[in-house]
């Protein structure tokens, strides 16, 4: 099956598609103090407050806002907190390029280290390949690469 028709490639093109909003979002910093002060703080709502919405004592508030800012709260607290703010919690993992490049780039990391055993023994023994012929086999090794079963892409060479 070509690798522009596999289930994994069909996955990648809409998941690439529905991810576009998050990378645009991604982007943006998360505030300083986290996005539970930033949201508090913009509604006028004390720790006290937020603690008595969340049936929780102020310094657990703290404490939590602390961690988020530290990168240390659960994604649970985040949707207790999120519930108790009006808000809606947003988790994604955002890749940092589109997923179907990350697959490419990959083959190509392959196909290059494959072609490099290849080319080296073929020197050795004086056949090697003119860079035309090189750049044809390592193109005709990532399209492999891409139409192999997609596990096989991110085994260790």
């Not at 998941?15 to 998050?22: Q, T």
């Not at 955002?94 to 997923?99: A, D, F, G, H, Q």
């Not at 055993?117 to 090189?134: C, F, N």
Request: net charge positive.
């Amino acid at each position: 099956m070509p690798a522009h028709t596999s289930p994994e490639a069909l996955a990648r093109k809409h998941l690439d598609k529905a991810l576009i909003p998050f990378r645009m979002a991604a982007d943006q910093a998360r505030p300083p103090k986290g996005w539970v002060r930033a949201i508090r703080d913009a509604l006028g709502m004390t720790s006290r407050q937020l603690a008595a919405r969340m049936a929780l004592s102020q310094s657990t508030i703290t404490a939590m806002e602390q961690g988020e800012a530290a990168g240390t709260v659960t994604l649970n607290t985040l949707r207790q907190a999120a519930e108790a703010l009006d808000c809606q919690l947003v988790y994604a993992l955002v890749p940092r390029s589109t997923l179907e490049e990350t697959v490419r780039q990959r083959a190509d990391v392959l196909a290059r280290s494959r072609l490099a055993r290849v080319h080296h023994t073929m020197r050795l023994e004086d056949q090697a390949l003119g860079s035309e012929d090189l750049a044809a086999e390592l193109e005709r090794l990532v399209d492999a690469a891409l139409t192999a079963k997609a596990s096989r892409l991110w085994e260790t060479p």
